[in-house]
């Protein structure tokens, strides 16, 4: 993740004045590198919860193995729901409530998942 994110270090000054509108430095690499970004943190969480899961198997905890399946399932919902925001840019005002609602549910799913992992510091 950190060689990709030193693309966006950087960005070039913009030349000119008034309402210039550019689609970043990189140009249609940049959407190559959000695309690789995206897909190595869907690996990365995906493996982490299974690794959980398997743990929680091996130790005949199947509320920890259950629990670790379910937060893999709701962090790619929540993906694909943040995929889904830029569909609704097209309509502002349903793009800026399903934000504040991504906004909401992430600090949620964000909280649980420090919970869980707290339980599985305690029984695994």
Do not use: H
Request: hydrophobic share 55%; charged share 10%.
């Amino acid at each position: 993740m950190i060689v990709l994110s030193i693309f966006s270090i950087y960005d070039a000054p913009v030349n000119g004045g008034g309402l210039n509108i550019q689609s970043g430095s990189l140009g249609p690499f940049a959407i190559l590198i959000a695309i690789a970004s995206f897909i190595l943190t869907l690996l990365a969480v995906y493996n982490i919860f299974m690794g959980i899961k398997e743990i929680g198997q091996k130790a005949e905890n199947s509320y920890i193995s259950e629990e670790a399946s379910n937060r893999w399932t709701q962090f790619l919902y929540l993906q694909i729901a943040g995929m889904f925001t830029f569909v609704l840019i097209l309509i502002p005002i349903l793009a800026i409530i399903n934000i504040i609602a991504l906004l909401i549910i992430n600090i949620i799913y964000t909280i649980n998942v420090l919970e869980f992992m707290k339980k599985c510091q305690e029984t695994l």
